[in-house]
């Protein structure tokens, strides 16, 4: 695809209606309207609101974009759109408006990997950035550890064995009311606190480079149960304790596989990586071993379209890694 084409990306998989943007590698528009003030009051993102909520939302989204952008719909040359991992109703939307649009201007259309599009999302403001490296792939549903030899070549060379670093986050902060999404409420209220008060378990598996947060869950809400008043426990030590045994077991495990890799490029990706704790402890990293390091801003780091747009733009669009199997484009023809 050249490069200094205009491509519009769209991004419905979960509860975010984006919008990008994209004149070759400037970033024209990135809009990320979010139904947070929908799901609030569940305490969690209900599927079939969501998919609603996309379906409301999107057409005035996409002439706002359009007119944020400067641009009518026939100065757009191609256009792209996650087809999977996610939500099946969300996509679904976001799938069928951006099929509908390439058809009605007769422009190619790109479906790609929502996780290629996390993997990818760097390259919005480092367009430079090239394998090999390794990238810690930290969101609401997935905590992988990606070798990327060349791009479209990936080993995963760990994940999850139960709940992902975002939804430890969130199902800890839904028990304690802290707030949705649980990442940024936890990292707000730990701002204050004392991230070694409570001793917390960095939990292991079997395999040296997998992932379990279940057990830490367990361990902090056991500790509630049982705290002590005289202890004299503020929340806020409870948030920077708990998000540091997060952000410590990533790094435990991401450590070694940069020395096992031996590779000199580390970057990083998913909404948990907007966590500034996590960052600080990646640039950490990165500083103490000589790595260049790759990270998307926080904005970049969420779910939004400008990274289904560069994934498209650089071919990045599949994922081999096969964790999950929906995809819309081998359904809806
Ligand atoms: N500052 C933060 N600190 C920690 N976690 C955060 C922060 N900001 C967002 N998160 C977490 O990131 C997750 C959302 O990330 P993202 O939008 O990439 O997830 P998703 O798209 O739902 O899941 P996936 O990408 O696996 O399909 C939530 O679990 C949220 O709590
Ligand atoms: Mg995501």
Redesign the pocket.
């Known amino acids: 695809m050249s490069k200094d084409k205009v491509i519009l990306g769209f991004e419905t998989?979960?509860?975010?209606t984006a919008i990008a943007i994209m004149r070759g590698e400037e970033l024209l528009v990135n809009t990320i309207s979010s139904q947070v003030d929908i799901h609030e009051k569940f305490g969690g993102?209900v599927p079939e609101v969501a998919s609603r909520a996309h379906a409301e939302m999107i057409r005035n989204i996409f002439h706002s974009s359009l007119n944020s952008a400067n641009l009518q719909i026939s100065d757009i040359d191609s256009v792209a759109t996650t087809d999977g991992?996610?939500l099946v109703g969300s996509l679904v939307v976001g799938y069928n408006f951006a099929k509908s649009i390439a058809w009605s201007i007769d422009k190619p259309l790109y479906t790609v990997d929502?996780?290629v599009g996390?993997l990818a999302a760097p390259l919005i403001e480092n367009p430079n950035m090239e394998p090999p490296f390794l990238t810690l792939?930290?969101?609401?549903?997935?905590t992988q550890i990606v070798l990327v030899e060349k791009w479209g070549d990936y080993k995963l060379m760990g994940t999850t064995i139960d709940d992902?670093?975002?939804?430890a986050?969130?199902k800890l902060?839904r028990f304690c009311g802290f707030g949705f999404?649980?990442?940024?409420?936890?990292?707000r209220i730990a701002e204050s606190g004392n991230p070694s008060k409570i001793n917390l378990p960095r939990p292991k598996t079997k395999h040296e480079y997998n992932y379990s947060f279940s057990g830490l869950k367990t361990a902090a809400t056991n500790f509630l149960k049982n705290i002590d008043p005289d202890d004299k426990i503020t929340r806020a030590d409870f948030a920077a304790s708990y998000?540091e045994a997060i952000v410590d077991s990533l790094m435990i495990n991401f450590t070694k596989a940069v020395k096992e890799t031996g590779v000199k490029n580390i970057s990083g990706?998913?909404?948990?990586m907007?966590?500034?704790r996590?960052r600080e402890k990646m640039n950490i990293l990165a500083n103490d071993n000589n790595l260049e390091i790759f990270l998307p801003s926080?904005r970049l780091?969420?779910?939004n379209a400008a990274m289904i747009c560069v994934a498209a733009q650089n071919d990045l669009i599949t994922n081999d890694l096969k964790e999950n199997d929906v995809r819309l484009s081998s359904i809806i023809k």
């Open positions: 998989s979960c509860d975010e993102v991992p996610g929502h996780m996390h792939l930290v969101s609401g549903g997935h992902a670093a975002g939804e986050f969130d902060s999404p649980g990442g940024p409420a936890i990292q998000q990706g998913g909404g948990v907007a966590n500034s996590l926080p780091s969420t779910d």
